[in-house]
């Protein structure tokens, strides 16, 4: 895409955004009516999580037909105005592309029950399952006797996975993208795109996490349908890819978007999102800012350009996640927002964010409504843990944290904060194109330089996240550009939960 390193992306949840006709569902007229606060913002791309048709098992992470958009949400003539109106203002329209799984509603699954139908090999059926398991907990097999064998779903039994030795599917795939693309859509969000290739349905390592995972982890064959895609499709139109690449080390990334394999533009990895826990994400440990500013800083340094987040729909909310300490809130908000803002990469805010978003209160298991927790919760019960304690995990973890309706009259100054930020990287060229170098990580302080070349202009950036104060000597030419705490004068410490960008004072011109 022309211009890609400049793109700010807004994550947009449909559900929970905004509310046009009052039926309590975000839909498509409520984004259009919001087009204007979000270009204010300055944001350059809105991807949409999906609106397809759906029954809606995994709020449309199951879609029964792609190229039609859900009656909760409006019509396709509501989607296309909103691609009309968002060009308007500037803004780019990303869709969600899920080709790991179809729902088990959509017309091809349906059809594949019959073993004689061209769909079946669409679809993984067999007549005895293997012991691998499913990313939402339990057997990654269900049996359906219509179909008269077992079906392969790495997610829920509603969410079947495709089968990409099929070449039938590949073209299925391309011309959906096609039908988006030919809208004037900006491009694509790859759900778990890098499992979609099974090299085989052999019996996997036993493992707590997800037996099997040796067998569709960023396979060759991934590469080959990622590299496919590209050639016949996406290079003949002015958009971009993002992959959500799951379980992805800085080697399996690199390759996945390295810019001479035609792959994907940028990934979303999830090893920060993992600092604070074991096992993924249902056994919670303290969070460790060190740990977690080693880790970004790790990704920095490995990959050229990536997906930069801190929040999507799948994750708790950062405010309430990386900010220790509850009296630092806003603040903490605003340090975690320069980061966000000033690192080597694309941006992607999440909804709500801008405004210090956290999560929500929680009662009960009558209060969840993600499939994820219901399963997870099942089967922690199923193994003997206490009721209270299986209630603790979801709490902490469930995904409907980040998928409750957003309070938009929440704290107007973390969004002063986020707007500054989103300007700067519009007029300094160096927190885009600058190259990225490390400085320091230590108590709960991240100090990171970016710069074009050694005579141009440096920005350090210091980051912390601590409670109390932690004395810093940038060196005798750095002077405050901006700081989240709004002063001009630097006293040899930074304050708690305080961002600062320092520029060279020769060449700061203010
Ligand atoms: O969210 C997770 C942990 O809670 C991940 O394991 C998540 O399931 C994984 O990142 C895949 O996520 C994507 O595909 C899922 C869908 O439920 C998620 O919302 C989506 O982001 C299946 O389509
Ligand atoms: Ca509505």
Known sequence: MTDLERKIVYQIYPMSFADSNGDGIGDLQGIIAELERLARLGIDIIWLSPVYKSPWFDNGYDISDYCQIDPRFGTMEDMDELIAKAREFGIGVVMDLVINHTSDQH??????KDPSSKYRNYYFWREQPNNWTSFFGGPAWSYDKEGGGYYLHLFAPQQPDLDYHDPGVIDEIKNIMKFWLDKGIAGFRCDVI???????????????????????????????????????????YDCFTVGETVFVDTQMAGDLCAPDRGELDMVFSFEHMEVDQILVKWFKIRFRPNKFFHVISKWQKAIGWNALY????????????????????????????????TLRGTPFIYQGQEVGTGNRELKSMQDIRDVESHN??????KIGFPKWLAWRIIKRTTRDHARSPVDWQNDTDVLETYRDLIRFRKELPVLIYGKYNEVLIRGGLFVYDRFLDEKSIRIRVAISLGSKP?????????????????????????????????IDEQSSGR
């Open 107 to 112: 017309e091809w699954f349906i059809k594949s």
């Open 310 to 341: 801190l929040e999507n729909h799948d994750q708790p909310r950062s405010a309430s996640r990386f900010i220790r300490d509850a009296d630092f809130r806003s603040e903490g908000t605003k340090a975690l927002a320069m980061m966000l803002l």
């Open 194 to 236: 890098n499992i979609i290739w099974k090299d085989s349905l052999d019996n996997g390592r036993r493992s707590l996490i997800l037996t099997g995972i040796e067998h569709y982890l960023s396979r060759e064959g991934t590469h080959g349908i990622l590299k496919e895609l590209r050639r016949d499709v996406l290079s003949k």
């Open 376 to 381: 997870i919760y099942a089967l922690a019960r």
């Open 470 to 502: 932690v004395r810093y000597d940038p060196g005798m030419a750095m002077a405050i550009f901006y700081s989240t705490y709004g002063r001009k004068e630097y006293d040899g410490a930074l304050k708690p939960y305080e961002g600062i960008m320092f």
